[in-house]
C-alpha cells in the first residue's frame, strides 16, 4: 500500500519514525487485519530528520516531515476468498493543529486488491 502525502500552505506533521510519543504523529490504524500480513516497516520517502523544536508542546526531538512525502506499508493476502479490511489514516495537520483521520478500505476480489478512500 502506497500513501502520497502532499503538503499544502507550509503545512507539516509528525513522522511515523519521531522516537517520541506523539498523539497526532502520522500512522496507519487497521481494523480488521484477518485476511492480510502487515509488514512491521513504514517506509517513508524521503527519510524525515530529527530536529530539535523549542515550542512549549514539543520542547525537544521530532521529525517534522515539511516536505511532500510518500509511505508505503508491504502487504500479503492470505486468503483466497474475496474480502473488505478497513482502516484509517492518522495525522495532525500543523500548524493549525487538527487531527485527521482518513478512512480508507481495501477490497480483494477475484485475486485483486484495491483501495478505496472512503470520505474526506
Known sequence: ??????????????????????????TIVWKDVNYLKLDEVLTEIPLSVEEFDPHPFVKGPVNW???????????????EENFDVSGYL????????????????LSYKNGRLSAVVEGC
Open 1 to 26: 500500500m502506497t500513501v502520497e502525502m502532499l503538503l499544502k500552505k507550509n503545512a507539516y506533521f509528525v513522522s511515523p519514525n519521531s522516537r517520541r510519543d506523539f498523539s497526532g504523529r502520522f
Open 65 to 79: 516531515v515539511r516536505v511532500n512525502t510518500t509511505y508505503k506499508q508491504s502487504l500479503k493476502v492470505f486468503s
Open 90 to 105: 492518522q495525522f495532525t495537520i500543523e500548524p493549525r493543529c487538527s487531527l485527521e483521520k482518513l478512512p480508507f478500505r
